[in-house]
């Protein structure tokens, strides 16, 4: 095949300019006046939401995915999963800078930017590899950022021990999951995703037991990085120590960007017609992801139930979130799987917004007053309308009520598990999803009703930032109302690359 | 009907939305202001809700109208199609296809149920907002998030999708919850309004799924052997050109019920059938928030703790919507289940009229005197749809309306003398009468047309529930062994008779103690005449009441020709 660098350009444009904006921010800390580093903040945000665009003007030839297009070598997919996983990953980098703007000891530093970047760069890479070696390379790229993000405020102790934290457990999944990797070419001899499968079907005789194993080491690595029970220890201590803006980044990039190659990795390696010694391969990972996916969500909701400072309840519900998530991923099983990646992509597109609209909030409450618990939050209403309303529009999309987009997220979940047979499941999640609606309420209660010793003290909110929160929220809801068919309709599109 | 252009519809759910929005732009000091943009909202709905109102009325009962079309239709002995008839009887559509590749359409519509509906909403609305005027604490988010209310209850009523009609369903539980937490009543709010928004929740949720279900078993019945249906639904127009065979349309859906869609087994196992399955999911799920037995239990706490204006919503509307969710999604597009389980579930609302009525009798708090009367009068509207004849179930139509505006005109006066004497202790008060006259008047108009006063709206539509039911025992069969169990519908009808006694009972006791004998002047020394925004609000609601007694013509043709497409799916004539 010749190589035509044009037509194979568009795939990793967003990841060049990415690499470009790093370097550029880098030389602009080093080198930079005083005033040329207070904009850097700026040049991160507006760079990585330009190259959003990227993925939406070139959109990849559908005559050519189709057939499953892959480029540079068989390396990188170029497909409309890709693109709009790569959309939601730069626009949640983008708002991160935003919000990390005024937090001292943290968006103060120019290198902040720059591993928010890199770590979004190797988001963006997660989302299209179709190699192991690529895979894994973009996992990694991903992963080492935020560990460092994670131990940011180095002073403070619990922002240290969150980084080691999170680096032990993240490398101890990533080993794991390295493990799997290699007994998969092991059985295949080749590192590309579909070949894998490819080679499995032909000749692994009666392998059935070590396909498994490695499947089952696969979906740790996965587990740990989308924080599904039992995987999630790390969770509640990261989210708490780490410093607030890099914990709405970590509980929206790397899990995107995980969803993003679970989906693919499941269709491409284990995909329905892969029997090996006449057992159904995809058979036993959906029920696994079953039992993974209920546990996540009814263990993530009790627990979260029981919290009383706001970042821990909030890590509590994105364990499960993820939970909920991987509802789409088990209704791939089902005859139309463009309802389930759809609905994953979907979900991703709108948590990515609410959870940075939530953290966006409390960090500013959190910055103005020094103060983590849920109880101190009483009388926010009265404090900061705007405030306690952009937490509220946050936390009903995270309950699923409408206007809010979670409504139109948790509904195509359910409605893809329903399509699949799984009205089981669907039933277990809804229930779940009552639960959680328990403790965003109780949160919600507390701002509006309850009244607080310093009812009386306002809370300033600086301008650029209620800004970016006000855009946010209008998102939130634009995505729950109006521009639903736009981004279902496309999310949908994903399928037909896989 | 034809579906096309601006509906009056869309512009009744959409003022609310955008006067919500624009007050909580508004300075919150300016209180003049904000209650200014919440009364010019509230009356320009209640204005275009009027016209619905007897826009459709002029549909009903022109030459050539509904009424006429469908006499013809019943006397010419062709087999009626209950989906075409409902298709028919659509007024004041509009539709706007939504998320297109899952068949969902903004599409809003009225029929004879819904219409009066619109309009009670519309009247409650402008009371809620004019009984508020004074709210001291946060004004500006009260009003805001009462309109954003209001907007969820108009969507659930006018929803021909059924979609749309969860999502305003869930969109208006979300500010009910606030308002009642917010504003309530301090020692009961925190608790009563978690538990209303729990137990309602967890009814429409699980309507959802089977929601869900039934979109799944309706498009494969569509795109498989229901083709040729499907195809001569969109060729005569039942179905919109664009149509496809996956859809949330309830019009759509009703024709898949019509034709058998839903009386597959489920999963493969055998006897497990769909409709029999999933209906006690749609209609209880829904009669959560019509309070039907067992699951009445947030109603009474949530009427109490919640702020007067909400009260009044609540009971006067919310519950309706339940009630009228229960009837569009489980009766409608269920049938089959719904003549499987309607007939035992009587006994459920048998308990709620008798039950709710006793304990109204033992209650020293005046409203949940008023709490308890709602869910006795909200079983007889779930009774007059567990009729399933043409009778009760017009009758339990009226009860909606008559209820509604009678309860909320109740919560509206114990409002009233709560913020004037701050006591509801029915014996420490008297002789309000005195004090407070219209109040007094407006209390026992509301009061004897909820005993069933002939010449009020009550006894309109009390009676034809009760006269339903009787016939139903010919209609229906429910066998308890070998026990024919509906040959003693009479039977029941004489117990539910005896929840209007307990009614009157409990009416007038409070009537006695509240507005006559002795008046405590020292203790209510500074209790006064009501303001003329109260009046408003009691003229509002008092006169449907004594306007439909009189002159039921008004309403109950209307009515009926919103039900006869549901006896035409129930296999009635």
């Not at chain 1, 139109?408 to 277990?428: H, Y």
Request: proline fraction near 4%.
């Amino acid at each position: 095949m010749d190589f035509d660098l044009w037509a194979q350009l568009p795939s990793v444009l967003p990841e060049i300019g990415l690499t470009v904006l790093a370097v550029v921010v880098l030389f602009a800390d080093i080198y930079g006046s005083v005033a040329t580093r207070r904009n850097v903040v700026f040049v991160s945000a507006a760079g990585m939401a330009l190259l959003a665009l990227v993925p939406l003007i070139w959109q990849p030839d559908p005559a050519l995915y189709e057939h499953g297009i892959l480029l540079w070598g068989g390396m990188v997919n170029y497909d409309p999963l890709s693109q709009i996983f790569k959309v939601m990953l730069l626009l949640a980098g983008a708002v991160t800078c935003l919000m990390a703007a005024g937090d001292k000891g943290v968006g103060d530093k120019g290198e902040f930017y720059l591993i928010v970047i890199v770590a979004t760069l190797g988001g963006l890479m997660m989302s299209s590899a179709a190699d192991l070696i690529l895979v894994f390379v973009a996992l990694e790229t991903l992963s080492i950022p935020l560990y460092m993000l994670a131990s940011f405020r180095r002073g403070d102790q619990r922002s240290a021990e969150s980084g080691m934290k999170y680096f032990l457990y993240g490398a101890f999944a990533s080993a794991i999951m390295l493990f799997g990797f290699s007994l998969l070419y092991g059985f295949a001899g080749t590192t590309n995703l579909a070949g894998i499968a490819d080679a499995m079907s032909n000749g692994l005789g009666d392998g059935v037991v070590a396909v498994m194993t490695a499947l089952v080491m696969v979906v740790v690595g996965f587990g740990f990085k989308i924080s599904a029970v039992p995987f999630h220890f790390w969770t509640p201590d990261v989210y708490e120590g780490a410093p607030t803006p890099v914990t709405a980044f970590v509980s929206v990039s790397s899990k995107a960007a995980s969803f993003a190659l679970l989906l693919r990795f499941l269709t491409a390696v284990f995909p329905a017609d892969l029997a090996v010694a006449g057992v159904v391969i995809q058979d036993f990972w959906v029920n696994l992801l079953v039992v993974v996916s209920i546990v996540s969500m009814t263990l993530g909701n009790v627990v979260a139930l029981r919290q009383s400072n706001i970042k821990r309840l909030l890590a509590y519900s994105s364990i499960a979130q993820a939970g909920y998530t991987l509802i789409g991923v088990v209704a791939l099983q089902g005859a139309n799987d463009s309802l389930a990646v759809a609905s994953v992509s979907f979900y991703m597109f709108m948590y990515i917004f609410t959870n940075l609209l939530v953290f966006g909030a409390v960090i500013l409450f959190i910055a103005k007053t020094d103060t983590e618990e849920i109880s101190d939050m009483a009388g926010l209403n009265r404090r900061s309308p705007w405030l306690a309303l952009f937490i509220t529009i946050g936390l009903l999309s995270l309950g699923g009520i409408p206007p809010a987009a979670g409504f139109f997220g948790k509904f195509f979940l359910f409605q893809a598990a329903v399509n699949s047979n799984l009205v089981g499941l669907a039933l277990i999640a809804v229930t779940n999803a009552i639960i959680a609606l328990y403790y965003y309420l109780v949160v919600i209660k507390v701002m509006y009703v309850d009244v607080g010793p310093d009812d009386d003290v306002p809370i300033g909110i600086p301008r650029v930032y209620g800004c970016s929160l006000g855009i946010t929220a209008f998102i939130v809801i634009l995505l729950g109302t109006v521009a639903v068919t736009p981004i279902y309709d496309w999310a949908a599109l994903g399928a037909s690359g896989l | 009907m034809e579906a096309t252009g601006f509906s009056i519809l869309t512009a009744i759910i959409f003022i609310p939305i955008i006067a919500g929005v624009v007050i909580l732009f508004l300075d919150r000091k300016n209180r003049d202001l904000v209650r200014g943009v919440g009364v010019t909202a509230a009356s320009a709905v209640l204005a275009l809700s009027l016209a619905v109102f007897f826009g459709y009325d002029n549909f009903v009962k022109t030459g050539g109208g509904l009424i006429e079309r469908q006499t013809a239709m019943l006397e010419s002995g062709i087999e009626l199609s209950g989906a075409q008839m409902f298709a028919d009887a659509l007024a004041f559509e509009q539709r706007v296809v939504w998320v297109e590749s899952l068949g969902i359409a903004y599409h809003v519509g009225v029929d004879g149920v819904s219409a009066p509906m619109v309009l009670l909403t519309g009247m409650v609305a402008v009371a809620g907002v004019l009984i508020s005027w004074n709210i001291e604490d946060r004004l500006r988010e009260f009003m805001a998030f009462f309109m954003f209310l209001v907007a969820g209850v108009f969507g659930v009523f006018i929803a021909v999708d059924l979609f749309m009609l969860f999502f305003f369903y869930e969109l208006a539980i979300f500010p009910m919850y606030l308002l009642i937490a917010g504003w309530g009543w301090d020692k009961l709010r925190e608790y009563a309004a978690m538990k209303l928004t729990l137990y309602i929740l967890v009814g429409s949720v699980f309507a959802l799924v089977g929601a869900v279900a039934m979109y799944f078993a309706a498009g494969a019945y569509f795109a498989g052997s229901g083709a040729d249906v499907f195809e001569a639904a969109v060729a005569s127009g039942i179905l919109p050109a664009d149509s496809r065979p996956h859809s949330w349309s309830i019009v759509q859906l009703t024709l898949a019920a019509e034709n058998g869609a839903f009386g597959i087994d489920i999963l493969g196992i055998e006897g497990l059938n769909f409709a029999k399955f999933w209906f006690p999911f749609m209609f209880m799920g829904f009669g959560v928030l019509a309070g039907v037995f067992p699951f009445h239990n947030w109603s009474p706490d949530g009427h109490v703790a919640a702020p007067t204006a909400v009260s009044m919503i609540h009971a006067g509307v919310l519950m309706k919507v339940g009630a009228f969710a229960a009837l569009r999604s489980g009766v409608q597009l269920l049938p089959e289940g719904a003549e499987t389980h309607l007939p035992w579930m009587v006994f459920l609302t048998l308990i709620n009229v008798v039950y709710g009525a006793l304990i109204a009798f033992r209650q020293r708090d005046f409203k949940y005197v008023i709490g308890f009367s709602s869910v006795s009068h909200m079983g007889l509207v779930s009774m007059g749809w567990a009729t399933m004849n043409l009778t009760g179930m017009t009758g339990a139509g009226i009860q909606m309306f008559s209820h509604g505006a009678m309860t909320a005109l109740f919560f509206g006066v114990v409002g009233m003398v709560y913020d004037r004497s701050h006591t509801r202790d029915i014996p420490s008060l008297g002789g309000f009468m005195k004090v407070m006259p219209w109040v007094g008047v407006a209390f026992v108009i509301g009061g004897l047309t909820s005993m069933g006063m002939p010449g009020l709206s009550g006894f309109i539509a009390e009676f034809p529930i009760f006269q339903g039911m009787w016939a139903a025992s010919e209609q229906i069969t429910l066998q308890l062994g070998a026990f024919q169990l509906s040959n003693y519908y009479s039977v029941l009808v004489v117990i539910s008779a005896l929840g209007i006694v307990i009614t009157a009972a409990y009416v007038l006791r409070v009537a006695g103690q509240v507005f006559f004998g002795e008046f405590d002047a020292e203790r209510f020394h500074d209790v006064g005449n009501i303001e003329m925004t109260d009046r408003i609000v009691l003229i509002i609601l008092g006169s449907p009441l004594i306007i439909l007694g009189l002159y039921p013509p008004i309403m109950a043709p209307m009515i009926e020709s919103g039900i006869r497409p549901l006896i035409a799916l129930l296999g009635g004539g």
